[in-house]
């Protein structure tokens, strides 16, 4: 479990330097029986080698990407005890880990635990908004939504409204 998790938060590494998108329930993405989710006006959804769900990613800007990353694993303890396990494995993952934030969320759909973290990958400070919930049974969904620090402001009504138009089906 600790091993995904880190390494969700490290792939979702690629980050921005700039926003404009709201999201696009046009071209809304669906995973068939596990969940549905309108992307960011104009991201990209890519596939990547090793990684069940695809992601959505911004065009580069300035050599990197803003992304939104999509996990799940097999927990059978409570939400907060898998939250509690990986807040403790994730300054392992890095150097300059820092947890700006942790609070219960809901949206329209689904509720759970949001962590704003901080740290450091491939030379650029990240900002990193973790959605944590239940998905079905044993099974915990993590939405990792990336962007670079300085820029992270501009992307947060981004990441609420793709949260808001989450479904689980």
Sequence with gaps: MKRAFAALICFAAIASFGASATVDCAKR????????????????????MGVKYKLFIEAEKDGAS?????????FDGSLKDYVDLNLK????AFDDFKLIKREKFSSKNVKGERLVIENT???LALRQTLYIFELKGSTKMVIACTATAPRSAAY??????M????QKL
């Design 163 to 166: 949260i808001n138009s989450f």
């Design 156 to 161: 947060v009504s981004i990441f609420e409204d």
């Design 89 to 92: 494995a994730l300054p392992n």
């Design 121 to 123: 990958q491939f030379g």
């Design 29 to 48: 993405y669906t995973e068939e029986g596990v969940f549905s989710v309108c992307p960011p006006t104009g991201w990209e959804l890519r596939s990547i």
């Design 66 to 74: 803003a992304n939104i990353n999509f996990i799940e694993e097999s």
